[in-house]
C-alpha cells in the first residue's frame, strides 16, 4: 500500500511541476532534457504537512510551493524572500502557491484548501493559483496576483494604496479588500 501511494505522490508531483511554468516555450530543444537536468528539490517544493508549508514559504524556501491536500497551519505564516521563475535568476521575480493538481495535459484535477488564521505576503509577485486560502491575507509585497481560479476565503488587505495598485485579483474574496 505505502508503494501505491508513493506511485502515485510521485505522479502528481510530476504533473504538477510539467504544468507549473506560465511560459509555452516547450521546443524540442527544451522536451528532450536528460532527466539528470531536473532538481525538483531546488525548483519546488511539494508539501502536505504545515512545519514543511512554513518552512518552503519562508526566505529559505522555494520559488513554488504546491500543496497535495487540505492543509491546516495553526500558526501565522509569513511569505518572504525574493525568488525568481523556475528559479532562474534571468527571469522576472516571481512565486507560486499551488494550491491544486493537475494531469499531464495541464488540466486541474483537485483544488485544495489552505487553512490558516492569517498569510502575510512579502515576496513580490506572488501568484495564489487554484483552490482555496482560508483566512485574512495581508499583503505587503508589490505584484500579488490571485489568480482566477483561486478563492480567498476572508479579508484581503494590503498595506498601503500603491501595493493595492500593483494587485491583480482576478479571483474571489469573500470578505473586505481593503488597505488597512
Same mark, same amino acid.
Given at each position: 500500500?505505502?508503494?501505491?501511494?508513493? @506511485? !502515485?505522490?510521485?505522479?502528481?508531483?510530476?504533473? @504538477?511541476?510539467?504544468?507549473?511554468?506560465? +511560459? /509555452?516555450? $516547450?521546443?524540442?530543444? $527544451?522536451?528532450?532534457?536528460?532527466?539528470?537536468?531536473?532538481?525538483?528539490?531546488?525548483?519546488?517544493?511539494?508539501?502536505?504537512?504545515?512545519?514543511?508549508?512554513?518552512?518552503?514559504?519562508?526566505?529559505? =524556501?522555494?520559488?513554488?510551493? *504546491?500543496?497535495?491536500?487540505? @492543509?491546516?497551519?495553526?500558526?501565522?505564516?509569513?511569505? *518572504?524572500?525574493?525568488?525568481?521563475?523556475?528559479?532562474?535568476? /534571468?527571469?522576472?521575480?516571481?512565486?507560486?502557491?499551488?494550491?491544486?493538481?493537475?494531469?499531464?495535459?495541464?488540466? !486541474?484535477?483537485?483544488?485544495?484548501?489552505?487553512?490558516?488564521? %492569517?498569510?502575510?505576503? &512579502?515576496?513580490? $509577485?506572488?501568484?495564489? &493559483?487554484?483552490?482555496?486560502?482560508?483566512?485574512?491575507?495581508?499583503?505587503?509585497? +508589490?505584484?500579488?496576483?490571485?489568480?482566477? $481560479?483561486?478563492?480567498?476565503? =476572508?479579508?484581503?488587505?494590503?498595506?498601503?494604496?500603491?501595493? &493595492?495598485?500593483?494587485? %491583480?485579483?482576478?479571483?474571489?474574496?469573500?470578505?473586505?479588500?481593503? !488597505? %488597512?
Amino acid at each position: 500500500m505505502k508503494m501505491v501511494k508513493g @506511485l !502515485v505522490v510521485a505522479g502528481l508531483a510530476a504533473a @504538477l511541476l510539467a504544468g507549473c511554468g506560465s +511560459n /509555452s516555450d $516547450n521546443s524540442a530543444a $527544451n522536451t528532450n532534457k536528460p532527466a539528470e537536468q531536473t532538481d525538483a528539490t531546488t525548483t519546488a517544493s511539494i508539501v502536505n504537512q504545515a512545519d514543511a508549508f512554513t518552512s518552503a514559504v519562508s526566505e529559505k =524556501g522555494t520559488w513554488i510551493i *504546491a500543496i497535495l491536500d487540505d @492543509l491546516t497551519v495553526d500558526k501565522d505564516v509569513v511569505v *518572504a524572500g525574493e525568488f525568481h521563475d523556475k528559479n532562474d535568476a /534571468s527571469k522576472d521575480i516571481y512565486r507560486k502557491i499551488a494550491l491544486y493538481a493537475q494531469d499531464e495535459d495541464h488540466n !486541474v484535477t483537485a483544488s485544495y484548501t489552505l487553512t490558516v488564521p %492569517k498569510l502575510t505576503v &512579502q515576496s513580490e $509577485n506572488l501568484r495564489i &493559483q487554484g483552490g482555496t486560502v482560508k483566512g485574512d491575507v495581508y499583503v505587503e509585497a +508589490n505584484g500579488f496576483n490571485l489568480y482566477e $481560479n483561486s478563492t480567498i476565503d =476572508g479579508n484581503l488587505y494590503f498595506a498601503n494604496a500603491d501595493v &493595492q495598485a500593483t494587485a %491583480k485579483i482576478d479571483g474571489k474574496v469573500t470578505g473586505a479588500t481593503e !488597505v %488597512k
